[in-house]
């Protein structure tokens, strides 16, 4: 669907809606409140009026919106900055806003991962009409005019002021020609199916043994993967380049948990960048590698928090510098175990024994090819990195607990390395 213009006798709304936006948007915040207030006023001040306030923010979300887009910024992260700064009826405008610009895009031009993020967000456009969407909110939310004109503004001025970031992937309309550099092969899912029910089976049985079984075959197929797209890029049957992808990572404890996606990371090959201010890291990496990444960090995450929540039952277990010293433990420990089975795939690859999706082994000759292919792909990661973020600074990261730290290896070593069924924030 295009744009949307203003409609004939609106009354003046859409002027109205912009210049109480672009008052909130330079104000100081100091004066913040007096220009929420303001604007507020303006755009509720007559329910004959609110109808057509209503089609024009709805026609203002193309611009406000589609900025952020521009500037590197996808649904997910504009969820997740509201989800952080504001509260749940932000959230829930922030939503609609998102789907109402949506209906400019066809499916066709939106990503993968574009596409999983608005089903995760639910961004659906579900008011019969743009001039009744307003009076709708209100109803769900139960909420008056004035109430509802000060969250779009304060909503509005949150969004209007992100600045650009590096883009993961394209933006809406703008995908590139060589689609496989932001998307998987039609093989992929496949290969990520057989995984997920892996790790279901893992999640699901009572024995540890059974489930470190099942979780290290997991880890394994994961590993196959990556070591088979290395080969066929060897070959020249694959012209796949490094793609990235961002995740969530919130507070409490943002530092370990950065420090346990790094460590999935690195033993999948890929690279992590923090971005402490906005609550996500970017992960840069080639696309079956992320995947792989994004359900093994879900899976030991809540691993860690509920054993976490174990140990806090007991009364030196509640400090907060016990609390950070076991995930730190805990992220150097689950780092350690993934390299060392990342390097016995790769050992047992290199000597000719594939993995089947099935989880059987098969004996190929030795192709050597692949040790230069992995090296290949870790530099085009490193010089993919380099371009997003020419200006990196490295973070150093202290415990104070021994205890903590001491149970947070001995939770580490009886995590299953599998993940988790279920979503995560991005």
């Known amino acids: ?100 610009e949506g209906r400019r895009h066809p499916a066709a031009a939106l990503d993968r991962r574009w596409q999983e993020q608005l089903r995760e967000l639910e961004a659906e456009v579900w008011w019969p009409g743009d001039e009744q969407y307003l009076g709708a909110f209100a109803d769900r939310h139960r909420l008056d005019r004035f109430a509802l004109a000060t969250a779009t503004l304060e909503l509005l001025r949150t969004w209007g002021r992100l600045p650009p970031i590096s883009p993961v992937g394209p933006a809406p309309g703008r995908r590139p020609q060589a689609e496989r550099a932001t998307g998987p092969q039609a093989g992929e899912p496949r290969m990520l199916a057989r995984i997920r029910a892996l790790l279901a089976k893992a999640e699901s049985t009572e024995y540890p043994e059974e489930a470190e079984a099942l979780t290290a075959k997991a880890q394994q197929l994961m590993a196959q993967h990556s ?147 992995l090296a290949a792909r870790s530099e085009a990661v490193d010089d993919e990195v380099g371009r997003l973020f020419p200006k990196l600074v490295s973070q150093r990261v202290r415990v104070s607990d021994g205890v903590g730290w001491a149970a947070g290896r001995a939770a580490a070593d009886r995590a299953a390395l599998h993940g988790r069924a279920g979503e995560i924030r991005r």
């Open 1 to 100: 669907m295009g744009k949307r213009a203003q409609q004939d006798g609106d009354g003046g709304a859409g002027p109205l809606l912009e210049q109480a936006v672009r008052s909130v948007l330079t104000v100081s915040d100091e004066a913040l409140d007096l220009a929420l207030d303001t604007g507020a006023s303006l755009l509720a001040a007559s329910a004959g009026q609110w109808p057509a306030v209503s089609r024009a923010l709805l026609g203002y979300a193309d611009t406000a919106v589609g900025r952020c887009w521009s500037a590197g910024w996808r649904p997910a992260d504009l969820a997740r900055v509201v989800r952080r700064g504001l509260k749940p009826v932000h959230l829930a405008l922030a939503v609609d806003l998102i789907a109402a």
């Open 227 to 373: 070591i088979d797209d290395a080969l066929l890029a060897a070959a020249g049957a694959d012209r796949d380049t490094p793609a990235a992808l961002r995740i969530g990572v919130d507070n409490p404890y943002e530092s370990p948990k950065t420090m346990l996606l790094d460590a999935v990371a690195a033993a999948n090959r890929c690279r992590v960048v923090w971005a402490k201010e906005f609550g996500f890291c970017t992960v840069v990496g080639f696309d079956g590698d992320l995947d792989g990444v994004e359900l093994l960090y879900t899976s030991l995450l809540v691993q860690a928090t509920h054993a976490l929540n174990k140990a806090g039952s007991r009364r030196d277990s509640r400090s907060k510098a016990f609390r950070h010293s076991f995930l730190v433990a805990y992220a150097a420990r689950i780092r350690e175990r993934l390299t060392a089975a990342t390097e016995r795939a790769t050992s047992a690859a290199a000597a000719g024994r594939h993995l089947r999706e099935d989880g059987t082994e098969e004996q190929l000759l030795p192709d050597e090819r692949l040790l230069p292919a």
